[in-house]
Each structure stands twice: as structure tokens, then as C-alpha cells.
Nanobody, 124 residues
Framework: QVPLVESGGGLVQAGGSLRLSCAASGLTFSTYDIGWFRQAPGKEREFVVAISRSGGSTDVADSVKGRFTISRDNAKNTVFLQMNNLKPDDTAVYYC?????????????????WGQGTQVTVSS
């Protein structure tokens, strides 16, 4: 069973918004930091944003700063990624991941569990 499941992806016009969700099961959710990564066609997977296990701190990539916001509801075992003012360069498969080690790191190897991804396509 995949412990993380993403949803909310789709097709949107440039300037539009989407809200992604990442639902966890089989994890003690509140003991994991959660991150979002994305992979565009022909490119490496890259860090987007992360939130601490308490929800009190976030880490945001410069490319999405001011446009993307991450939040979590530990009671519902869910993390949300609100994406505003989307650009065609945001087109990618978006993955959520869970990390047990404390502290923000933007490297994929630090993350223990991964979802299967959700496609986001932004048209110009």
C-alpha cells in the first residue's frame, strides 16, 4: 500500500490556480516533515516546498516563492499545496514525500516515502 496519495492535478491556464492534496495512510503522520517535488519532461526532479511536522515552519524554493503555499492538517493526515499565478514552467508531475529526519533539506534522498504523483499542466 502506497502511504502517500496525491490528488488535485489537472489542466489550467496561465495565471490560474490549483490546490493539490497529499493524503497519508499507514504513517504516524505528525512525526514526518512533508515535501513536494516536481519533475518536468526531460528534467530532473526538483524540490518545490516543504512543511515541518508541526506545520509551524516551511521551506520554499525561489522559483515558486510568493505563489505556492503549503499547509497541513494533522488531524486529517493531509498536506495541501495551494498554487497560484501558475506559469507554463510549472508544468510537471508533482510528488509529495515524507521525511522522518528532522530539519529542512531539499534533497530527495532524505525522504523515506513517496507518492505516485499527479500531473499539473499549465497552458499559455
Amino acid at each position: 500500500q502506497v502511504p502517500l496519495v496525491e490528488s488535485g492535478g489537472g489542466l489550467v491556464q496561465a495565471g490560474g490556480s490549483l490546490r493539490l492534496s497529499c493524503a497519508a495512510s499507514g504513517l504516524t503522520f505528525s512525526t514526518y516533515d512533508i515535501g513536494w517535488f516536481r519533475q518536468a519532461p526531460g528534467k530532473e526532479r526538483e524540490f518545490v516546498v516543504a512543511i515541518s511536522r508541526s506545520g509551524g515552519s516551511t521551506d520554499v524554493a525561489d522559483s515558486v516563492k510568493g505563489r505556492f503555499t503549503i499547509s497541513r492538517d494533522n488531524a486529517k493526515n493531509t498536506v495541501f499545496l495551494q498554487m497560484n499565478n501558475l506559469k507554463p514552467d510549472d508544468t510537471a508531475v508533482y510528488y509529495c514525500a515524507a521525511k522522518g529526519i528532522n530539519g529542512f533539506v531539499q534533497t530527495q534522498v532524505a525522504y523515506n516515502y513517496w507518492g505516485q504523483g499527479t500531473q499539473v499542466t499549465v497552458s499559455s
